[in-house]
């Protein structure tokens, strides 16, 4: 029995009871159906008590094929200390995008706050990740290596011959899993939207994949793999030595969107400008410093920042999420509130001028190693 981790009120369960909707239920087969009915219209909420929704569950009570890896220290913990916990937020009193994001991190409430008050629907998902931390050490490595460990653990296919994950214990199943566990649970987010009409996939095209540092590196691996609605990295990505950035990309190249901090250690050793540029963002415009423009940033997909951090590199790298690294003004307020919404929801189809190559941004850093 599922014992899920709520924070929105009881007595709208009760409700519910009595004032049933129309293709929503608590059995599996009508969510579904509702899916189909909805998946190519906008929809609305049909909430008596229109709130933010903050909901969390194990993702090894949601689906009992779930395994540990304690190889890579994933492991579900205990009912006292569980440590597969996944967690999700809706707000059901603003206007629906229809859009989904996957947040590839540790759970950020700031972030999920401001994501449910742009419209969009957030979940974070636990997943065997950490392979890419173990796995492909050797010197040189191939240059898909890491990437292939990537797209491994984010769909759990076999696309690495170092890794052998089972497809449950991948990223896209455990999202699947939890959006239907989430669509009997909270009707009132119609999370049942992005379920597709068999239900044996989530609706990709109207998916966010987003996440920090590492997070976003396998969001943007993903997203050369399957078509998304978008991609947000927040400082990222990386993989210096590998080159799956400049494949083909099922996701157009202008649904990607990246934000760094100057002083960001993979900024300064051009990490990040790289990844960009070979992924093909210079076609959307140059990159801009978001405390001296204001938003839409000429159209932009490459965002940096240079305020100040007192020189941490540590902070920097984190300044770019929201939470305790990131710049406040004098009142408290964070400063890169318009960032965060641009970055979400500015139109992919609105683009800036192409600008050439930077030079100056190494890409070919494996060479500057001697590695052939």
């Known amino acids: 029995m599922i014992i899920p981790y709520l924070t929105h009120s009881t007595h709208l369960r009760e409700s519910l009871l009595m004032f049933p909707r129309l293709f929503l239920s608590l059995s599996l087969v009508p969510v579904l159906f509702a899916a189909s009915a909805f998946a190519n219209e906008p ?20 689906d009992p094929r779930a395994k540990e890896y304690p190889e890579i220290k994933f492991v579900f913990g205990s009912k006292e200390k569980p440590q597969d916990v996944e967690h999700a937020s809706v707000d059901t009193s603003v206007t629906p995008r229809g859009k989904l994001v996957i947040w590839m991190m540790g759970h950020n ?9 742009y419209g969009l629907h957030a979940i974070q998902v636990q997943y065997a990740r950490a392979w890419f931390g173990i796995l492909a050490q050797g010197n040189p490595v191939g240059e898909h290596a890491r990437g292939n460990i990537r797209l491994e653990a984010a769909t759990g296919e076999d696309f690495s011959d170092e890794l052998d ?4 214990d991948g990223m896209e199943e455990r999202a699947l899993q939890f959006v239907k566990w989430l669509a009997k649970e909270n009707p009132e987010g119609n999370w049942e939207y992005f379920i597709n009409e068999a239900g044996d996939e989530l609706r990709w095209e109207d998916v966010i994949m987003s996440g920090a540092s590492h997070g976003s590196t396998t969001s943007a691996r993903f997203a050369k793999h399957q078509k998304v609605s978008r991609v947000v990295a927040l400082c990222g990505p990386r993989d210096q030595y590998q080159v799956w950035q400049s494949l083909p990309s099922a996701t157009p190249e202008n649904r990607y969107f990246g934000f760094s901090h100057v002083l960001d250690s993979g900024w300064i050793d051009d990490h990040y400008c790289r990844s960009w540029e070979l992924i093909g963002l210079n076609e959307f415009g140059p990159i ?8 839409p940033y ?3 997909r490459r965002l940096i920042t240079d305020f100040d951090v007192m020189g941490n590199n540590g902070r920097a790298h984190s300044s770019v999420v929201p939470g305790r690294s990131a710049g406040k003004d004098a009142d408290g307020n964070f400063i890169h509130e318009d960032v965060w919404r641009y970055l979400y929801t500015h139109p992919v189809e609105e683009v800036g001028d192409p600008t050439p190559l930077d030079n100056s941004c190494v890409k070919d850093q494996r060479a500057n190693l001697g590695e052939k």
């Open 43 to 62: 929809f609305e909420y049909q909430d008596i008590n229109p709130q933010q929704y903050n909901l969390s569950a194990r993702a090894s009570e949601i």
């Open 288 to 295: 801009v410093n978001v405390d001296e423009n204001k938003t």
């Open 109 to 117: 409430q700031a972030l999920f706050d401001r994501l449910s008050s």
């Open 298 to 300: 000429g159209n932009t």
């Open 165 to 168: 994950l089972a497809k449950p």
